[in-house]
């Protein structure tokens, strides 16, 4: 059974600050990976993919992927209270292209 | 990205009825998706939409409980059928031209 594993925290940090959230996941033969934002009460929002070994930037955030070791993670770097939020890992194995959800990293930044 | 949209966004409906969940996506997606988020849970695949064929159920989800059209690429319904109080949670679809997908904006339903 395919598994995404995140840490349920809740993580907090202090405005500024650097948040990081992790995710292992069991296939191996995964091939896409993202992380969703969802805000209480909303849809998760697609806030980062990644496809290959290596760091991904986009602004703020930063996608790690390291497929020897089936880890994905993501960076905040100068976390913002807007930033306060659940994410979702997820995973996509295969041609069907469903994706596999964590249980989610409930981050609360600090003003 | 595809923009997807979701309605009704929210119900009460009586036990025993049912109710029908419609998506519509601003271009053409080969394949949707539905989940179910209980309260504090992370999502839950319910079944693929596949234009053309029947959808594609997940272990402990059935198609007479939740039957699903998907009558051209760009747009899903699904239907919660003779529901109980169990089947309160948001459902949510998705679906994507590529790798990623995107989400509608849920429809959360409450079952008296």
């Known amino acids: 059974q395919k598994e995404v594993e995140q840490n349920s925290g809740p993580l907090s940090v202090p405005e500024g600050a650097i948040a990081s959230l992790n995710c292992t996941y069991s296939d191996r033969v995964s091939q896409s990976f993202f992380w969703y934002r969802q805000y209480s009460g909303k849809s998760p929002e697609l806030i980062m993919s990644?496809?290959?070994?290596g760091d991904k930037e986009d602004g703020r955030f930063t996608a790690q992927l390291n497929k020897a070791s089936q880890y994905v993670s993501l960076l905040i770097r100068d976390s913002q209270p807007s930033d306060s939020a659940t994410y979702l890992c997820a995973v996509n194995s295969g041609s069907a292209r469903q994706l596999t959800f964590g249980s989610g990293t409930q981050l609360t930044v600090l003003p | 990205s595809a923009v997807i949209s979701q309605k009704p966004s929210r119900d009460i409906c009586q036990r025993g009825t049912s109710l029908t969940i419609q998506c519509q996506v601003d271009?053409?997606?080969?394949?949707m998706f539905w989940y179910r988020q209980q309260p504090g849970q992370s999502l839950t695949l319910i079944a693929t939409a596949n234009q053309g064929s029947e959808a594609t159920y997940e272990s402990g989800f059935v198609i007479d409980k939740f039957p699903i059209s998907r009558p051209n690429l760009t747009f899903s319904t699904l239907t919660v059928s003779n529901m109980s109080p169990e089947d309160s949670s948001i459902y949510l679809c998705?679906?994507?031209?590529?790798?990623?997908?995107?989400f509608g904006q849920g429809t959360r339903l409450t079952v008296v």
């Open positions: 271009s053409q997606v080969t394949m």
């Open positions: 990644i496809y290959s070994n």
């Open positions: 998705s679906g994507g031209a590529q790798a990623e997908a995107f």
